[in-house]
């Protein structure tokens, strides 16, 4: 009986051993599946913030294309080859960014809120579309609180939508190349406003 006893024990100390090793097996494969390199770890907002960057600069339209009526201005603070510090955030890492001048126009430049075309959710504040991105634009300006049908594709799901007029400014529009914080090239971004560019501080 007492050999019985004793080889039943010693059995069970042998699977209670064996699941012990396995269960750290499949821990430190865990913990290795988790690991980056350098055993760093990104937090989950972190890479968040990183997608929606990405993503919002790829839908960004650079063609460069621009209405057929839209004019060249015929006095610019800033012409094209400027070089220029955007203090404006449209889009994520613009703000500080150093830009370059491609082209000038003198329209009426307003701000808008719309509803994208492919489902996305709700636009709120947009900065810029200008008098010539508005499908069949009055003469005059919009006044705040009309409804215009845009006429433009700056953002996917933007050209054909309906927006309301939020503000509107008779100004200088620039579209401008820059370059963000991380190193992204942006070209023939649509628009900035004068008042939204400073000299760039290298600029002699």
């Not at 054909?160 to 023939?188: C, L, P, Q, R």
Request: hydrophobic share 30%; net charge negative; aromatic share 6%.
């Amino acid at each position: 009986m007492i050999k019985k006893l004793g080889y039943f024990v010693g059995v069970f100390v042998l699977l209670m051993g064996l699941y012990a090793c396995n269960n750290e097996s499949d821990i430190d494969e865990n913990e290795e599946r988790n690991m980056l390199p350098d055993n760093e770890q990104v937090p989950e907002g972190d890479l968040e913030e990183d997608n929606q960057s990405e993503q919002e600069h790829s839908d960004h339209d650079e063609s460069g294309k621009i209405p057929k009526d839209l004019k060249e201005a015929e006095e610019s603070t800033y012409t094209a080859g400027d070089e220029v510090t955007i203090t404006a955030s449209h889009m994520p890492g613009m703000e500080g960014a150093s830009g370059k001048i491609v082209g000038a126009y003198d329209t009426t430049a307003y701000m808008i809120s719309y509803q994208p075309t492919d489902g996305g959710e709700m636009v709120e504040n947009h900065k810029w579309i200008i008098q010539e991105e508005i499908n069949n634009p009055n003469k005059n300006p919009y006044q705040v609180g009309d409804e215009v049908t845009i006429n433009a594709e700056h953002m996917e799901g933007m050209n054909g939508a309906t927006a309301t007029i939020e503000d509107g400014i008779e100004t200088t529009v620039y579209m401008i190349d820059y370059v963000t914080e991380s190193g992204e090239e942006v070209k023939n971004h649509k628009w900035a406003t004068e008042e939204e560019l400073e000299p760039n501080s290298n600029e002699s």
